[in-house]
């Protein structure tokens, strides 16, 4: 058998997905943490040839880049090529060095709340404001148009806060919580298969090894 041969090159590289187990907080996901997540890793290669045929070498962790994603992104990933910038994902590694994890920051649902609160704390303030000039006009004993005009103008305002700004805020707020559901049940769903599949593999394995052992015989008596 002749010696190997390494053959190098800054084109040759090896790209895998995995999975890996472990807490983790991820980029545009609208959970709070991952239990299980997809990894990414990019990385430089080298090409081994010898008499046995070729095979690739490279460094167990992704030297190049390593990017982890949630199973709901991984699917969107796979099911939206072509279409706009790209889905989210957490960059972990980049050229052998660590990335810090990304900031916690408040979900679209928290934020969609707090939008809400300010906007209603807005409101209050204002309707505290105009209540006082009502009430001014109100005690007057007539009323000119200007006077007519600007009650008209106060309550209008309201009107339109309720009937039109609040229902689109439940509307957002609705459309995030539902988005919220979506990815917790994509988790469940690949965690579920994925733990099938891992209890499979051993299964299979376990059959094998009986395949392999000896038949044993009877002895004669």
Same mark, same amino acid.
């Given at each position: 058998?002749?010696?190997?041969?390494? /053959?190098?090159?800054?084109?040759?590289? %090896?790209?895998?997905?995995?999975? &890996?187990?472990?807490?983790? +907080?991820?980029?545009?996901?609208? /959970?709070?943490?991952?239990?299980?997540? &997809?990894?990414?890793?990019?990385?430089?290669?080298?090409?081994?040839?010898? *008499?046995? $045929?070729?095979?690739?070498?490279?460094?167990? *962790?992704?030297?190049? =880049?390593?990017?982890?994603?949630?199973?709901?992104?991984?699917?969107?990933?796979?099911?939206?090529?072509?279409?706009?910038?790209? &889905?989210?994902?957490?960059?972990?590694?980049?050229?052998?060095?660590?990335?810090?994890?990304?900031?916690?920051?408040?979900?679209?649902?928290?934020?969609?709340?707090?939008?809400?609160?300010?906007?209603?704390?807005?409101?209050?303030?204002?309707?505290?404001?105009?209540?006082?000039?009502?009430?001014?006009? /109100?005690?007057?004993?007539?009323?000119?148009?200007?006077?007519?005009? +600007?009650?008209?103008? =106060?309550?209008?305002?309201?009107?339109?806060? /309720?009937?039109?700004?609040?229902?689109?805020?439940?509307?957002?707020?609705?459309?995030?919580?539902?988005?919220?559901?979506?990815?917790?049940?994509?988790?469940?769903?690949?965690?579920? =298969?994925?733990? &099938?599949?891992?209890? $499979?593999?051993?299964? %299979? $394995?376990?059959?094998? =090894?009986?395949?392999?052992?000896?038949?044993?015989?009877?002895?004669?008596?």
């Amino acid at each position: 058998m002749s010696k190997d041969e390494t /053959l190098d090159h800054p084109s040759y590289g %090896l790209v895998q997905f995995s999975h &890996v187990t472990g807490h983790r +907080r991820l980029f545009g996901s609208s /959970l709070d943490t991952h239990e299980r997540t &997809v990894c990414l890793s990019i990385k430089h290669a080298s090409l081994i040839r010898n *008499d046995s $045929g070729d095979r690739y070498s490279g460094l167990i *962790d992704g030297d190049m =880049v390593e990017v982890h994603m949630s199973a709901a992104q991984f699917a969107e990933l796979l099911t939206t090529m072509n279409i706009g910038s790209g &889905v989210p994902c957490t960059i972990t590694r980049v050229n052998r060095q660590t990335v810090a994890p990304p900031p916690e920051v408040d979900h679209q649902t928290k934020s969609v709340q707090n939008k809400f609160a300010d906007r209603m704390q807005d409101l209050a303030s204002k309707i505290l404001a105009d209540s006082a000039e009502v009430q001014t006009l /109100l005690e007057k004993k007539s009323l000119n148009v200007a006077d007519r005009n +600007r009650l008209q103008g =106060v309550f209008k305002k309201l009107s339109m806060e /309720l009937n039109s700004n609040a229902p689109f805020f439940l509307e957002m707020f609705e459309e995030a919580s539902e988005k919220i559901m979506t990815s917790a049940k994509a988790e469940i769903e690949a965690f579920a =298969v994925a733990s &099938v599949h891992e209890l $499979g593999l051993r299964a %299979l $394995g376990a059959n094998q =090894v009986q395949a392999t052992e000896p038949l044993q015989l009877p002895k004669k008596s």
